[in-house]
Every structure is written in C-alpha cells, then in structure tokens.
C-alpha cells in the first residue's frame, strides 16, 4: 500500500472502533468532512476503507451466524 493508504486505512480502522464504543457512528462521516476540508484524495481514500472494513465486519457477522445455524442444526 501507498503511504496514503496506509494513513487511511489506520485512521479508518481507529474511527471505526470508536464510533462503535461511543455509540455515534455519525463520528465516521465527520471525520471525514474534516479530511475532505483539507484533502479530498485523503478523504476518497478514507471512506473506501471505511466502506471496506464496514462490508467485512458484516460478511464476518453473517458467517459467524450461519456456522452457529449449521453448528445447531447438525448437532
């Protein structure tokens, strides 16, 4: 990864992280207004990240639950 993405990324990861321990997942899209006032390819960048790491976790929940259907159903 580019150092761009780098930055991104962990600042995406962290923001995540909060966002869900404070309970105010509007903190995601204020940071990145902030990144956008001053750099709009830090801001892209952030928000793929964001989209991604969001699309994980839920592809990571969904498989948790459909194991633990199968794993109920077979045992």
Wanted: aromatic share 4%.
């Amino acid at each position: 990864m580019s150092v761009l993405e780098d930055l991104a990324d962990s600042l995406a990861k962290d923001t995540i992280e909060e966002a869900f321990r404070i309970g105010r997942e509007s903190l995601i899209t204020d940071v990145a207004k902030q990144l956008g006032a001053t750099s709009t390819t830090m801001e892209e960048a952030y928000l793929t990240s964001i989209r991604m790491r969001l699309a994980e976790r839920r592809a990571r929940e969904f498989l948790t639950t459909q194991v633990k259907q199968a794993d109920a159903k077979s045992g």
